[in-house]
Nanobody, 123 residues
Framework: QVPLVESGGGLVQAGGSLRLSCAAS????????MGWFRQAPGKDREFVATISSGATSTYYTDSVKGRFTISRDNAKNMVYLQMNSLKPEDTAVYYC????????????????WGQGTQVTVSS
């Protein structure tokens, strides 16, 4: 089991920034690739970003490239999503997830999920 707890969501104006954090309670945290997904009302959960277990590789969905940055601190069992230049279409519940199999973009390839944190971007 890898309990995951997200934080850092909130209400921000378009153009603003937020930093999401995900705390993992697992001694094996550094064995997992980590990802961020989001789900807007009435839509499927979609991939946002992923980072490999050793932080050597990252990958982003096209709509957030250049605006979002995923990072991790294995010493603290933390993963982060820095979100800049936010847009109203970024409004969603953001989920942190852990994958044994490596950095992946498909939600079914992730083994553990957090409860999510709401991000609302006003225009």
């Amino acid at each position: 089991q890898v309990p995951l707890v997200e934080s850092g969501g909130g209400l921000v104006q378009a153009g603003g920034s937020l930093r999401l954090s995900c705390a993992a309670s697992a001694r094996t945290f550094m064995s997992y690739a980590m990802g961020w997904f989001r789900q807007a009302p009435g839509k499927d959960r979609e991939f946002v970003a992923t980072i490999s277990s050793g932080a050597t590789s990252t990958y982003y969905t096209d709509s957030v490239k250049g605006r979002f940055t995923i990072s991790r601190d294995n010493a603290k069992n933390m993963v982060y999503l820095q979100m800049n230049s936010l847009k109203p279409e970024d409004t969603a519940v953001y989920y942190c997830a852990a994958a044994v199999s490596g950095a992946r973009i498909n939600r079914w390839e992730y083994d553990y999920w957090g409860q999510g944190t709401q991000v609302t971007v006003s225009s």
